[in-house]
Nanobody, 124 residues
Framework: QVQLVESGGGLVQAGGSLRLSCAAS????????MGWFRQAPGKEREFVAA????????YYADSVKGRFTISRGNAKNTVYLQMNSLKHEDTAVYFC?????????????????WGQGTQVTVSS
């Protein structure tokens, strides 16, 4: 069964850092693009970052550019999101997802498999 599991969320003060991990199983994910999204209460799911299968193309939302870094460890079938200089407005449930078509897109419906999410709370 194809599955994505996020971890690394938690409570952090503004200005702090967290590193999220997304572990994939059931299929070799190293050949596909992956993305991170987030959803705050009462808001739509929004794009955060995406990475191509070979990490040659990386794209960030303007709101996180310069603060967040997406990377992948293909040997371990894992994608990471390093989050620095966190702000209260970064508070959300963070999801990872895989796009079997390798499009590196910001559009959630283009992604095929989603994890269950991990909560990130930034106190101001």
């Amino acid at each position: 069964q194809v599955q994505l599991v996020e971890s690394g969320g938690g409570l952090v003060q503004a200005g702090g850092s967290l590193r999220l991990s997304c572990a994939a199983s059931g299929r070799t994910f190293s050949s596909y693009s992956m993305g991170w999204f987030r959803q705050a209460p009462g808001k739509e799911r929004e794009f955060v970052a995406a990475i191509s299968w070979d990490a040659s193309y990386i794209y960030y939302a303007d709101s996180v550019k310069g603060r967040f870094t997406i990377s992948r460890g293909n040997a371990k079938n894992t994608v990471y999101l390093q989050m620095n200089s966190l702000k209260h407005e970064d508070t959300a449930v963070y999801f990872c997802a895989v796009d079997w078509a390798n499009r590196v897109t910001v559009d959630p419906p283009q992604y095929d498999i989603w994890g269950q999410g991990t909560q990130v709370t930034v106190s101001s």
